[in-house]
């Protein structure tokens, strides 16, 4: 990025720390992701929260954020940059989405920013889409819906997950501890494989047979299968479709049209 808008802007320098590029005009730094997440539960005393169920559903007043330990540092000079007195206006360039939106959103929230701001919106990452979207930047305003979207989806997550996870951890730790992780996305998932597992497991193979004719035409003979169109009256029972479209019937039925089992 700094490449490219060096040809609106100047060209860039490094900072020696690798951390940010830097001219006369603009400071460009990244994020790498999620610096901040939500705040684990405590006590009122300043503790852990007990994995009990008279300590359920945990629902805060407010949802308060700290630092990934991983990208402390990172945050650490996201932070630092963004207070400089040189900086008098800030530019979301997180990725174009929901997401995008709640990482940039989470670093003005903790860092209690003041500064102005406006979202580099930027559908791809060529020349032309980087500079299309520095020439066209949205207000904080416009973001705003989006902004929401994206504090509410990680909040309830929030909610649903750990207090899923603690009363399934609860129910299944009787005689000992193990951890029962849940979730929005994860729980449903798991739900839908677990059901289409059972339904390969119970899965009983049938006989079947499939009724097939020779046809006779100018340039040859060809083979086909046999279809019953729908509300057609027949002799043979109404089929199954298969997957790949052809009729099938039980060998009983489809005899008396001449068809030959098929295993």
């Not at 700290?66 to 007195?85: G, H, T």
């Amino acid at each position: 990025m700094a490449r490219v808008l060096g040809k609106e802007l100047g060209k860039f320098t490094r900072d020696k720390s690798g951390s940010f590029y830097q001219n006369d005009k603009a400071i460009i730094t990244s994020a790498v992701g999620h610096l901040l997440e939500q705040k684990k539960p405590m006590t009122e005393g300043g503790k852990s929260l007990p994995w009990k169920f008279d300590y359920l559903p945990v629902i805060p007043k407010s949802f308060e954020l700290e630092p990934i330990k991983q990208s402390e540092d990172r945050l650490k000079k996201v932070l630092q940059l963004a207070k400089s007195k040189d900086v008098t206006e800030i530019v979301n360039a997180c990725d174009a989405g929901r997401e995008g939106e709640l990482i940039f959103h989470n670093l003005v929230r903790y860092g209690k920013w003041t500064k102005p701001a406006r979202r580099l919106w930027m559908q791809s990452m060529t020349d032309e889409a980087i500079l299309n979207a520095w020439h066209s930047m949205r207000s904080e305003a416009d973001m705003q819906p989006l902004t929401n979207a994206a504090v509410c989806r990680s909040e309830s997550d929030w909610l649903i997950g750990l207090n899923s996870t603690r009363a399934l951890t609860i129910l299944q730790s009787r005689g000992g501890f193990s951890v029962t992780p849940a979730g929005r996305v994860q729980t449903p998932t798991l739900a839908i494989l677990t059901q289409r597992e059972l339904e390969i497991q119970a899965f009983e193979p049938e006989p079947y047979s499939e009724v097939w004719a020779d046809f006779g035409v100018q340039s040859g003979v060809y083979s086909a299968a046999g279809l019953t169109a729908t509300g057609r009256r027949t002799t043979i029972p109404i089929p199954v479709r298969s997957a790949s479209g052809i009729r099938r019937w039980p060998p009983s039925s489809a005899t008396a049209a001449g068809a030959s089992p098929v295993r």
